[in-house]
């Protein structure tokens, strides 16, 4: 007997969630945690991964229930249930198209120029969907990952042999291109037209809410307007497509992502010994790690380890980081992303002005 539970939490001032599943595979039952901010979406965390009788998989649901409870949590509605492959964390094989970040500065240059179309960048999780014998998730990184049982109950009904790519946030697939339809390939297809191809097929599944294909604007009012909405919505940023391009492999000036706020991968340096407060650093060209000062941790965030590669937004650089905020930890990407060079400076500095001083580490 399957059954699940959503569990919130706003204690000191948090805005958690966590879902406990258990459901029925290959003759036995497996427990799995899920947990992340509301509404974004969630890490599984296993607790039961090998099928077990139903008495012990349920003992061990009620036990991660009751401690949740005692942790400040509080039941809400059931909420989405996630399927989670047995091969979580395999290589999927899906090669993805990445986007190339251009600072705002640049956004005229593309909204002029007709060779590009835009769309809205969502701030969310990459997650590119293939239909083969089930549905499969994967990450940014091609690795197998959990979708919510909603997701993959309708995305069944596309062809076999489909992939598509998305951004997911929360519960929802925003759908923005296709690689794949029915085993023929979609990659040397010009870039409008597999977005076109992408309207037909979510249309074929009914337009489902929990599967949208995102706007796309060509020419320049257009563009210009979609621009002006997302700046004033305060959305994630603004992505730039060549029209005729076709789907590549890595990053290349065929697609282009401006974000609304800068925002670097850094590796934890230190943890402070009383507050909720983390002290970050960049890794230079020679290897050598450069501080940038410290971040709060809010309180719905765990606070993450040394050596830990996180995500922080900030306005600029000037020898520290101005104004960061912390965004949680990136386990989908590896040390070279705290790369010195992605940082943005205030006007007038370069990197080798930041002060590499040991005294930012004892903020």
Do not use: W
């Amino acid at each position: 007997m399957n059954e699940s539970i959503r569990l919130l939490s706003t204690k000191d001032g948090a805005d958690k969630e966590y879902r406990v599943q258990l459901e029925a595979k290959d003759g036995g039952f497996i427990v799995t945690g899920f947990n992340g901010r509301r509404g974004g979406p969630l890490k599984a965390q296993p607790k039961i991964a090998t099928p077990a009788p139903y008495d012990e998989a349920k003992k061990a649901f009620d036990a991660l229930v009751k401690s949740k409870l005692k942790g400040g949590y509080n039941p809400a509605d059931t909420g989405a249930a996630y399927v989670v492959p047995a091969d979580v964390g395999t290589p999927t094989g899906i090669k993805l198209h990445l986007l190339t970040q251009v600072p705002e500065s640049d956004v005229d240059r593309y909204i002029n120029d007709d060779r590009y179309l835009a769309q809205e960048k969502y701030d969310g999780e990459r997650r590119p969907v293939a239909r083969r014998e089930t549905v499969i998730g994967s990450n940014k990184n091609g690795f197998q990952t959990t979708l919510p049982a909603a997701v993959v109950d309708v995305l069944t009904s596309l062809p076999q042999d489909t992939e598509i790519d998305a951004e997911q946030v929360g519960e929802v697939l925003y759908v923005f291109d296709v690689m794949k339809i029915a085993g023929e390939c979609q990659r040397d297809v010009a870039c409008l037209e597999r977005k076109r191809k992408v309207d037909v097929l979510v249309n074929r599944l009914g337009n489902p809410a929990n599967i949208v294909s995102i706007e796309t604007a060509v020419g320049t009012a257009a563009k210009r307007a979609l621009y002006a909405r997302l700046r004033a919505e305060r959305k994630e940023g603004i992505v730039f497509k060549l029209i005729d391009a076709s789907y590549g492999e890595g990053k290349t000036d065929a697609q282009i992502k401006i974000k609304f706020i800068e925002s670097a991968t850094l590796q934890v340096a230190s943890i402070h010994p009383t507050k909720r407060s983390i002290t970050v650093q960049a890794i230079d060209d020679m290897g050598v790690a450069v501080p940038l000062g410290s971040v709060t941790i809010p309180a719905n965030y765990p606070i993450p380890s040394i050596a830990a590669l996180v995500e922080v937004e900030y306005l600029y650089v000037v020898k520290s980081l101005v104004q960061p905020i912390y965004r949680g930890q990136r386990t989908d990407q590896t040390i070279a992303a705290c790369n010195l060079r992605q940082l943005k400076y205030r006007a007038g500095l370069g990197e080798d002005e930041v002060d590499t001083s040991a005294e930012l580490l004892a903020a």
